[in-house]
């Protein structure tokens, strides 16, 4: 089991350093280059590969091994670093997006191997439970190397260097997957009846799409997941650059904001799991939102202080670590509310509707943090978060009024189990693709 733990972990930390290079990393040295807040919230643009992630999934199931998929895309990682070291940012703008674009695009479908593989790896609800923290726990960490620690270093290395070093770690990565005994066991059992079922209906495409939609629940769900990030998206882009232009150099950034902070979010994280287990979603999604509507009203009044000070770095790295902590655990009680949502629909499509639920939810986050640095350059800081704060409000009375009548109402605090009749498919509702999501 340990062997498992670690061979999943290791893969999911480096498909977690794309995530943290282009959230963390990149807007804060573009920014202190001189770039727009414009031109870097488009940059979340690249993150559009992960939305186009379900039509590719099928051609990684059903062509080759998971062993060669995963050091075909990992290698493929590592050369597009190598490639990216030989360019500047502040020369090659283009050429920079243009790498950063195919990092998310390979890294999208090492996590479509990376899941099929643990699907025939994991056996049981302990092990699924273990290989869950292992998704969060390496992901977020590898964002964290990513954003946080070669940021707190980029100005002495270099960017050149930077990516040499993340090149080298991916070709480690590559030679350990390629030698990996773990892949060696009887991965695929059962999926090949899986495939067979689903051949049927991919005939009729539109016959599944009917089913999609005709599970309870699932128009308020796919409402939520589209908006329940859009305030927070646009404060957690933009309050570090706020910072960048007036209180922070690069590298204090780096590390409070993705270091200190990132461990924040994966406290946070975890412990949803542990709430879940005590109390009802519904009365934790209440709390949780309301709690994320105040952090949001304290973090906009820090907006009115621009003179450095050592007590608004405390403060601002206070509302951080608040923000990204209470992110993390409406994170995992999001993809909770997903996964019953899921349980209601046919066992024939319940991978297809999880897998259509988790891309609204990357779609949600996407489109609104690409807008928000042209927000703010067009009205400024505080009229820009004052509309964060209506939208985080706003999402916070749609979850209260579903807890009094209507989706989130039914959910008790015994949760039956998922899937109950399913052998592979617990593994794809607990070790859900985490989006440029995790966040």
């Not at 273990?130 to 002495?156: E, H, P, R």
């Not at 892949?183 to 059962?190: I, K, V």
């Not at 950034?253 to 005590?278: K, T």
């Amino acid at each position: 089991m340990n062997d498992k733990l670690v061979f999943l972990g290791l893969l999911y930390f480096v498909q977690g350093i794309p995530y943290g290079l282009q959230s963390s990393l990149l807007p804060v040295y573009l920014r202190g280059a001189g770039h727009s807040l414009t031109r870097i919230g488009l940059t979340k643009i690249l993150y559009f590969p992960w939305v186009l992630k379900v039509l590719w999934a099928p051609l990684v199931d059903r062509v080759g091994t998971k062993r060669l998929w995963l050091v075909a895309t990992v290698s493929g990682l590592a050369f597009t670093c190598l490639s990216s070291a030989t360019l500047s940012p502040e020369a090659h703008i283009w050429g920079v997006a243009g790498t950063l674009l195919a990092m998310n695009a390979l890294a999208s479908v090492q996590d479509i191997a990376v899941d099929g593989a643990a699907v025939g790896l994991l056996k049981g609800r302990s092990e699924l439970g273990l290989g869950n923290t292992a998704q969060v726990v390496g992901y977020k960490a590898g964002s964290v190397f990513a954003g946080g620690g070669l940021l707190a270093v980029i100005d002495v290395v270099g960017w050149g260097p930077m990516f040499m070093l993340l090149a080298f770690v991916y070709f480690g990565v590559a030679l350990f997957v390629w030698g990996a005994p773990v892949l060696d066991d009887e991965l695929l059992r059962g999926q090949a009846e899986g495939r067979r079922g689903v051949q049927s209906d991919a005939v009729h495409p539109w016959r599944v799409w009917r089913k999609l939609l005709s599970v309870p629940g699932t128009p308020w769900t796919i409402i939520y997941v589209l908006t329940y990030k859009l305030g927070e998206q646009g404060a957690v882009t933009m309050f570090p650059l706020f910072l960048l232009d007036n209180h922070m150099t690069a590298r204090e950034l780096g590390f409070w904001n993705g270091v200190i902070a990132m461990g924040f979010s994966i406290c946070g994280s975890s412990l949803g799991g542990l709430l879940l287990s005590q109390f009802s979603i519904g009365s934790l999604m209440r709390r949780v939102f309301v709690m994320r509507t105040v952090s949001m009203v304290f973090q906009s009044s820090l907006l009115t202080v621009l003179e450095p000070s050592p007590l608004m770095k405390v403060m601002a790295v206070l509302s951080l670590s608040v923000q990204h902590f209470l992110g993390g655990l409406i994170t995992t009680l999001t993809f909770t509310t997903m996964m019953h949502c899921t349980q209601r629909a046919e066992e024939s499509v319940q991978a297809t509707h999880y897998s259509f639920l988790s891309t609204l939810e990357v779609l949600g986050k996407l489109m609104f943090s690409a807008l928000a640095g042209g927000l703010v350059d067009w009205v400024g800081y505080p009229t820009a978060f004052l509309l964060f704060l209506v939208l985080s409000a706003g999402t916070a009375l749609h979850v209260w009024r579903a807890t009094d009548t209507g989706a989130l109402r039914e959910q008790r605090k015994e949760q039956p189990k998922l899937f109950p009749n399913s052998s592979t498919i617990p593994y794809v509702t607990a070790l859900a693709p985490p989006h440029p999501n995790q966040r």
